[in-house]
């Protein structure tokens, strides 16, 4: 059974780093684009960062220049390294990946990790 385990949130100040990661647990044939994203309270799931398959980038303009979307394949794992975190990053972060098993292509989702940022 494919998985996709967040880890790393947690409460900060502002100013301070957090580096988030997801691992895709599970047997699986290819790991195609991953993508964070991340829901505020009484907010929408917006779309933060995306990196494809061959390592092409995409930022939202609210995080450009402080984050940045990484991977390692052979771990199956993505990175989101936040930097100048403001309280306005405070939200729940969900990792998504396209992944091919089984011979199927399906989009996942994780948990969610929580980040904090306080004033």
């Known amino acids: 059974q494919v998985q996709l385990v967040e880890s790393g949130g947690g409460l900060v100040q502002a100013g301070e780093s957090l580096r988030l990661s997801c691992v895709v647990s599970?047997?699986?044939?290819?790991?195609?684009?991953m993508n964070w994203y991340r829901q505020a309270p009484g907010k929408q799931r917006e779309l933060v960062a995306t990196?494809?398959?061959?390592?092409?980038?995409n930022y939202a303009d609210s995080v450009k220049g402080r984050f940045t979307i990484s991977r390692d394949s052979a771990k199956k794992t993505g990175y989101l390294q936040m930097g100048s975190l403001k309280p306005g990053d405070t939200a729940v972060y969900y990792c998504?990946?396209?992944?091919?098993?089984?011979?199927?292509?399906?989009?996942?989702w994780g948990q969610g990790t929580q980040v904090t940022v306080s004033s």
């Open positions: 599970g047997r699986i044939d290819a790991l195609y684009t």
């Open positions: 998504n990946a396209v992944i091919r098993a089984d011979g199927l292509m399906t989009d996942y």
């Open positions: 990196i494809t398959g061959g390592a092409r980038t």
